[in-house]
């Protein structure tokens, strides 16, 4: 239909086709016929109705197949079904003729004839690239009657992600934008998900994820995902590092006698990870000094006074610093008989709560 430019060699060509003497000659044999007719087929819409499927029987010849859907890469099968009344015949590729006859027009090496019997006429094109996709018709001459028909090479390309932002760290309240590109035949649908923790339904429906003032909450893994029919998803991650400044839950306060073991802890939650300080009032504690030992595990700190004194019960600062910021939390370390408020409690007192009630239900079961 919109097709009407034939792509003709120029008249100085035709001689250096091979195994036509006619035109050597300059002869306008039945060949230049022919060719005109391909062309007053561009010029003038083909009256003829396009066919398409083999197995109408009362359609018309010739017959190309339906269209061709092919994967980038793959090898694409042209058919045409003809009959003997044919008594020439063309595959085209938009306007320029691919093969006519047993004669291979195209300077294209992919474009090869299969099949040029009386039956059918079949070309193949390897190694399909996206710019193969369009119509190619045959044509065909019967009883000086032109006819065509045409399939349609549909070109698909595995989604794959081409451009992703890389992992990043940000401090908490930061802005972020990550993308992630992909290109794929058909356009592959693209979207954000957040993997830890997993949250329902996508972080993004599109390219770009975009989040404004991150919390810590949303520090994790995100997958990118790039979706078509035409194959598995690809799939990319990228890790976003939220820093933040220390905080801490309240310290727990540790009764011991004098002469025992005893460790006080403090936790602090903090992205990079915290260093710890222990302050008893104003003087820090050093590792290793007065008998006591720190020690810091994955966020965790521990103060160990391996033969409790009268001079360690008091009350115990820990500190947790990063590049954000400090927190602190202060515990006391007491002996048997010390009253202490209420907001740290005892652990001694808290297990003889917890015996009270064992002996309590116990009692109950009894009776
Ligand atoms: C073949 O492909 C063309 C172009 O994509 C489309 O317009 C036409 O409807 C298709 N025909 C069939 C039979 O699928
Ligand atoms: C078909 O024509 C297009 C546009 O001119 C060209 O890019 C492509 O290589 C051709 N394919 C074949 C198989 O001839
Ligand atoms: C990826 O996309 C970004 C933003 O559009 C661009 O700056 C960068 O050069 C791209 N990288 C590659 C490898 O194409
Ligand atoms: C983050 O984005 C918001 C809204 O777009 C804007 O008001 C704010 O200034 C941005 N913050 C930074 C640190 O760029
Ligand atoms: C604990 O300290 C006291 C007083 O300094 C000492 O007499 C005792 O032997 C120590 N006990 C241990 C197990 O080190
Ligand atoms: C321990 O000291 C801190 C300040 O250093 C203070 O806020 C806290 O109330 C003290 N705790 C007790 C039980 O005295
Ligand atoms: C504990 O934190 C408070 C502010 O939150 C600060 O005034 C105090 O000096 C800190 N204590 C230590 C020992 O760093």
Known sequence: MGMCVMDFPRRGDWGSRPGSPGWRMGCPGSRWLWL??????CIVPAGEPVQRGDRDTN?????????????????AVLRCAIDSGVTRVAWLNRSSILYAGKDKWATDPRVVLLTNSKTEYSIEIQGVD?????????????????????????????????NISNSIS???GSNVTLLCL???RPEPVVTWRHLS?????FASEDEYLEITGISKEQAGDYECQAVNEVSSPDVRKVQIIVNYAPYMSDGRSVGAAVGQKGILRCEAFAVP?????????????????NGVQIKNIDGKSMLTFFNVSEEDYGNYTCVAINK???????VLLFGPGAVQDHNNAPAGMTSSLWLLVIIFVHFLFKF
């Open 59 to 75: 359609a018309g010849f010739p017959k190309a197949m339906d269209n061709v859907t092919v994967r980038q890469g793959d090898n």
């Open 130 to 162: 996206v710019y193969d996709e369009g119509a190619y018709t045959c044509s065909v001459q019967t009883h000086n009657h032109p006819k065509t028909s045409q399939v349609h090479v549909i070109v698909q390309v595995p989604p794959q992600i081409v």
């Open 182 to 184: 992909a290109i794929g």
């Open 324 to 330: 954000l910021g400090f927190s602190n939390t202060s």
């Open 273 to 289: 990870l915290a260093e710890f300080e222990w302050y008893k009032e104003e003087q820090r504690l050093s590792n290793g000094l």
């Open 36 to 41: 005109c007719t391909l062309r007053l087929l």
């Open 170 to 172: 940000v401090n908490e």
């Open 197 to 201: 923790p997993p949250v329902r339904g």
